[in-house]
């Protein structure tokens, strides 16, 4: 069975870090284009990040760039969310998505992935 797990979700000062994982089983995520979404309350879903990492592409939104930072552990069949410098606006449930494309920014802004996780929520506040 096919099936991502997302965790290390909670909650965090403003300013402060958390690393969300992914693991995947059931298939071999080392393969797959990873993606990174969120959905913030009463706001769409929005893709944050993808990486390829056969191919060695990685995306990162205007919105998350130098502060999320993508990494994957291969031996644990698992891709991390590094989130960093946080803010009140980055309360969201977070989402974790994989496809046989090529990571791009089209494919993120489409939401062009074909199996999901369950989402963990991340909650910013003092």
């Known amino acids: 069975q096919v099936q991502l797990v997302e965790s290390g979700g909670g909650l965090v000062q403003p300013g402060g870090s958390l690393r969300l994982s992914c693991t995947a089983s059931?298939?071999?995520?080392?393969?797959?284009?990873i993606g990174w979404f969120r959905r913030a309350p009463g706001k769409e879903r929005e893709g944050l990040s993808c990486d390829s990492a056969s191919v060695g592409d990685t995306y990162y939104t205007d919105s998350v760039k130098g502060r999320f930072t993508i990494s994957r552990d291969n031996a644990k069949n698992t891709v991390y969310l590094q989130m960093d410098s946080l803010t009140p606006e980055d309360t969201a449930v977070y989402y974790c998505?994989?496809?046989?494309?090529?990571?791009?920014?089209?494919?993120?802004?489409?939401?062009?992935?074909?199996?999901w996780g369950q989402g963990t929520q991340v909650t910013v506040s003092a």
């Open positions: 998505a994989t496809t046989q494309d090529r990571c791009s920014r089209y494919l993120l802004s489409r939401e062009l992935f074909g199996s």
């Open positions: 059931g298939y071999n995520i080392n393969y797959y284009t």
